[in-house]
C-alpha cells in the first residue's frame, strides 16, 4: 500500500477526506448509560478530532456541544447541568441542547451577544447510544436503525474500550477472520459441536482449520465475505462457514454463536485513537450487560478505568502471563479484546501498511483497503460517501456462521431472511 494512500485511509481530522466521509454518517458519541440521569455530570467525548460535551437536560433530551464555551473557550464539561441548560462555570453563560444562549450573566440584558448560538450537533438516541451528526447541517440524513439492533425490543449488551491507534488497524482486525483460529484459540476452542456454542469463558468451535479460504464480494453498504474452513465432522460433504458482514463506513457483523449475535463499531476518536464498541445482541436471548462485559474482561474498575482506558495495555505488556501460556493458554492476555489490543497497538498510532506481506487469509483486508481508499477519494471528487445511497436497510444484514454442505451458495446467509431457510438445509 503506497504511503500517501494509507494516510489517506487512517487520518479524520480536520478537511481529511475520510473524515468528511465519516460526517455524512450518524456517528456513536457515547453509551445512553454515560448520560442517563436529567442534570447529570456532563460527559467529555471526542470524535473526529473534535472536542465535545455531553449532557441530559432537566426534561431528558440529550445536547452534544462544542465543549469549550465560545465566550473564552473554557471547558463547559466543568458545567452545571441545570434548568434545561449547560452553564458554564467561568461568566455563568447558559445553553440549551440546541446551544441557543439563555443567560449571559457577566452581560447586561440588552447585550447583542445574546444572538449568539454555540455550536451543537443534530442527535439521535437509539439503540443504546447517544448519535450525533457531524456533517453540514443542511445534510442530515435520516437516522437508519442499525443492523445490530433490528427492533426497539431487541436484547443489546454493550463492551465500551478505547484504542490508542488508528480506526482502520482496529477494524482490520473486526473483519480478519483468520486471527481468532490463533490469537483466540484458548477462548474459542475445537469441540464437538453443532456450531459457535457459547459458555461462561468460551466459545466452542467445531472446526480445527486454522487456514480458512476465504471468498468476499462487494457491495453497495460495504462488502461480505466468507472465511470456509474444513469442519471436524463430515469434511468430505459439509464446510464450516463464517460469514462478516461490512457496512461502511465503521460497522463489522461478526459471525454469531448460539446465544447471541455479534457486532462492532470502530468510531475515530481522532487519526490516533479510536472507541471500540462491541455489541452482543437477540430478539430474544442475548447475555446481560455485566456478564457480557465480565466475559470480554471490559470491566469498569477492574479491567477499565472510567473513561474505558484499560489498565491491561501495552505500558504493562497486557500483563502477559508467561507461566499460563506455558501451561496451555495461547496469549497470556485475559480477554478477547485485550488480545486484539495487544496486536494493534503494537502496531504503533498509525500501522505502515507498505510493509505488510498479504496472504490469501487477507482477502478481505485487502477488499476494505481498496475500497475505502477509492471511497475516500471519491469524497474528494465531490461524490456521495459509500453506504449513503443504496437500496438495502441495515436491518435486513446479518452475519452468519454454521456446518452446511460443501454446495451451498454463503451468500445467502448475509440477509436475516434468507438466515432461516439457509440453516433448514
Same mark, same amino acid.
Given at each position: 500500500?503506497?504511503?500517501?494512500?494509507?494516510?489517506?485511509?487512517?487520518?479524520?481530522?480536520?478537511?481529511?477526506?475520510?473524515?468528511? $466521509?465519516?460526517?455524512?454518517?450518524?456517528?456513536?458519541?457515547?453509551? /445512553?448509560?454515560?448520560?442517563?440521569?436529567?442534570?447529570?455530570?456532563?460527559l467529555?467525548?471526542?470524535?473526529?478530532?473534535?472536542?465535545? *460535551?455531553?449532557?441530559?437536560d432537566?426534561?431528558g433530551?440529550?445536547?452534544?456541544?462544542? &465543549?469549550?464555551?465560545?465566550?473564552?473557550?473554557?471547558?463547559?464539561?466543568?458545567?452545571?447541568?441545570?434548568?434545561?441548560?449547560?452553564?458554564?462555570?467561568?461568566?455563568?453563560?447558559?445553553?440549551?441542547?440546541?446551544?441557543?444562549?439563555?443567560?449571559?450573566? /457577566?452581560?447586561?440584558?440588552?447585550?447583542?451577544?445574546?444572538?449568539?448560538?454555540?455550536?451543537?450537533?443534530?442527535?439521535?438516541?437509539?439503540?443504546?447510544?447517544? +448519535?450525533?451528526? $457531524?456533517?453540514? =447541517?443542511?445534510?442530515?440524513?435520516?437516522?437508519?436503525?442499525? =443492523?445490530?439492533?433490528?427492533?426497539?425490543?431487541?436484547k443489546?449488551?454493550?463492551?465500551?474500550?478505547?484504542?490508542?491507534?488508528?480506526?482502520?488497524?482496529?477494524?482490520e482486525?473486526?473483519?480478519?477472520?483468520?486471527?481468532?483460529?490463533?490469537l483466540?484459540?484458548?477462548?474459542?476452542?475445537?469441540?464437538?459441536?453443532e456450531?459457535?456454542?457459547?459458555?461462561?469463558?468460551?466459545w466452542?468451535?467445531? /472446526?480445527?482449520?486454522?487456514?480458512?479460504?476465504l &471468498?468476499?464480494?462487494?457491495?453497495?453498504?460495504?462488502?461480505?465475505?466468507?472465511?470456509?474452513?474444513?469442519?471436524?465432522?463430515?469434511?468430505?460433504?459439509?464446510?464450516?462457514?463464517?460469514?462478516?458482514?461490512?457496512?461502511?463506513?465503521?460497522?463489522?457483523?461478526?459471525?454469531?454463536?448460539?446465544?447471541?449475535?455479534?457486532?462492532?463499531m $470502530?468510531?475515530?476518536?481522532?487519526d490516533?485513537?479510536?472507541?471500540?464498541? +462491541?455489541?452482543?445482541?437477540?430478539?430474544?436471548?442475548?447475555?446481560?450487560?455485566?456478564?457480557?462485559?465480565?466475559?470480554?474482561?471490559?470491566?469498569?474498575?477492574?479491567?477499565?478505568?472510567?473513561?474505558?482506558?484499560?489498565?491491561?495495555?501495552?505500558?504493562?505488556?497486557?500483563?502477559?502471563?508467561?507461566?499460563?501460556?506455558?501451561?496451555?493458554?495461547?496469549t497470556?492476555?485475559?480477554?478477547?479484546?485485550?488480545?486484539?489490543?495487544?496486536? +494493534?497497538?503494537?502496531?504503533?498510532p498509525?500501522?505502515?501498511?507498505?510493509a505488510?506481506?498479504?496472504?490469501?487469509?487477507?482477502?478481505?483486508?485487502?477488499?476494505?483497503?481498496?475500497?475505502? *481508499?477509492?471511497?475516500?477519494?471519491?469524497?474528494?471528487?465531490?461524490?456521495?460517501?459509500?453506504?449513503?445511497?443504496?437500496?438495502?436497510?441495515?436491518?435486513?444484514?446479518?452475519?452468519? &456462521?454454521?456446518?452446511?454442505?460443501?454446495?451451498?451458495?454463503?451468500? !445467502?446467509?448475509?440477509?436475516?431472511n434468507?438466515?432461516?431457510? !439457509?440453516?433448514?438445509?
Amino acid at each position: 500500500m503506497r504511503p500517501a494512500d494509507n494516510e489517506l485511509l487512517c487520518r479524520v481530522e480536520g478537511e481529511a477526506a475520510m473524515g468528511q $466521509l465519516m460526517r455524512q454518517h450518524w456517528l456513536p458519541v457515547c453509551m /445512553s448509560e454515560e448520560v442517563a440521569e436529567p442534570d447529570g455530570t456532563p460527559l467529555r467525548a471526542r470524535l473526529l478530532g473534535v472536542d465535545l *460535551v455531553v449532557f441530559r437536560d432537566t426534561k431528558g433530551r440529550v445536547g452534544v456541544m462544542d &465543549e469549550r464555551c465560545p465566550h473564552r473557550g473554557a471547558s463547559l464539561a466543568f458545567g452545571r447541568n441545570e434548568d434545561c441548560g449547560l452553564r458554564c462555570l467561568y461568566h455563568g453563560w447558559k445553553f440549551g441542547v440546541d446551544g441557543e444562549i439563555q443567560e449571559m450573566a /457577566s452581560e447586561p440584558p440588552e447585550s447583542r451577544m445574546m444572538n449568539l448560538r454555540h455550536k451543537a450537533y443534530p442527535t439521535h438516541e437509539a439503540a443504546g447510544f447517544i +448519535w450525533a451528526w $457531524l456533517g453540514a =447541517a443542511d445534510a442530515v440524513r435520516p437516522f437508519e436503525a442499525p =443492523a445490530w439492533a433490528p427492533a426497539p425490543t431487541t436484547k443489546i449488551s454493550i463492551v465500551k474500550i478505547h484504542a490508542a491507534c488508528n480506526w482502520a488497524q482496529v477494524l482490520e482486525g473486526a473483519i480478519d477472520s483468520a486471527h481468532s483460529s490463533s490469537l483466540h484459540s484458548t477462548n474459542m476452542p475445537t469441540a464437538e459441536v453443532e456450531g459457535s456454542t457459547a459458555t461462561d469463558t468460551a466459545w466452542l468451535r467445531p /472446526s480445527n482449520d486454522k487456514a480458512p479460504r476465504l &471468498e468476499v464480494q462487494a457491495t453497495d453498504y460495504g462488502f461480505h465475505y466468507a472465511a470456509i474452513r474444513r469442519p471436524i465432522r463430515n469434511p468430505e460433504s459439509h464446510a464450516y462457514i463464517r460469514t462478516t458482514v461490512f457496512v461502511a463506513p465503521f460497522t463489522v457483523l461478526i459471525p454469531p454463536n448460539d446465544q447471541y449475535n455479534l457486532a462492532q463499531m $470502530l468510531v475515530p476518536i481522532d487519526d490516533e485513537n479510536c472507541m471500540f464498541y +462491541w455489541m452482543a445482541w437477540h430478539p430474544t436471548k442475548g447475555i446481560g450487560q455485566d456478564a457480557w462485559r465480565r466475559f470480554c474482561a471490559a470491566e469498569v474498575g477492574a479491567d477499565l478505568d472510567a473513561d474505558y482506558r484499560k489498565l491491561r495495555n501495552l505500558a504493562n505488556n497486557f500483563q502477559q502471563d508467561r507461566e499460563k501460556m506455558k501451561a496451555g493458554d495461547f496469549t497470556g492476555i485475559l480477554g478477547i479484546p485485550a488480545q486484539d489490543m495487544a496486536m +494493534w497497538e503494537s502496531m504503533g498510532p498509525i500501522a505502515d501498511r507498505s510493509a505488510d506481506h498479504l496472504g490469501s487469509s487477507d482477502a478481505a483486508i485487502i477488499q476494505f483497503r481498496r475500497q475505502m *481508499v477509492a471511497a475516500a477519494k471519491a469524497v474528494q471528487a465531490g461524490e456521495p460517501a459509500i453506504g449513503t445511497t443504496g437500496d438495502v436497510r441495515q436491518v435486513d444484514l446479518a452475519s452468519f &456462521e454454521g456446518v452446511v454442505p460443501k454446495d451451498a451458495d454463503w451468500r !445467502a446467509f448475509t440477509t436475516r431472511n434468507a438466515q432461516p431457510a !439457509a440453516a433448514a438445509e
